[in-house]
């Protein structure tokens, strides 16, 4: 059964990246057919789909982060990342990676991240 574990800093300072990282178990993120996203969830908000990196390595973003978001991997490691630049207090989320994209996506614990100064 797959696993997947966020990491990465709890707090970021305005105008810094947002760096994190998903270490996946249990599968691997070059199986044929998978997608491997990340989400995030700000206080009294709905879950926001950031985007997804394809098993084929190919990558999308939302349209709304695209200019401040990329989305990579490391096969060895079998992690996938997300780097978010330029953050500001509305960045401040719980960010989660999953195996999939929609609904039925399997998500990790999710960490929380807090912009501020």
């Known amino acids: 059964q797959v696993q997947l574990q966020e990491s990465g800093p709890g707090l970021v300072k305005p105008s810094q990246t947002l760096s994190l990282t998903c270490t996946v178990s249990g599968d691997s993120i070059t199986t044929s057919g998978t997608f491997w996203s990340w989400i995030r969830q700000s206080p009294g908000k709905e879950p926001e789909s950031l985007g997804y990196i394809h098993y084929t390595g190919n990558t999308f973003v939302m349209p709304s982060l695209r200019s401040r978001t990329s989305i990579g991997r490391d096969t060895s490691s079998n992690q996938f990342t997300l780097h978010l630049s330029s953050v500001t207090p509305n960045d401040t989320a719980v960010y989660y990676c999953?195996?999939?994209?929609?609904?039925?996506?399997?998500r990790g614990p999710g960490t929380q991240v807090t912009v501020s100064s």
């Open positions: 999953a195996k999939g994209w929609g609904p039925r996506s399997i």
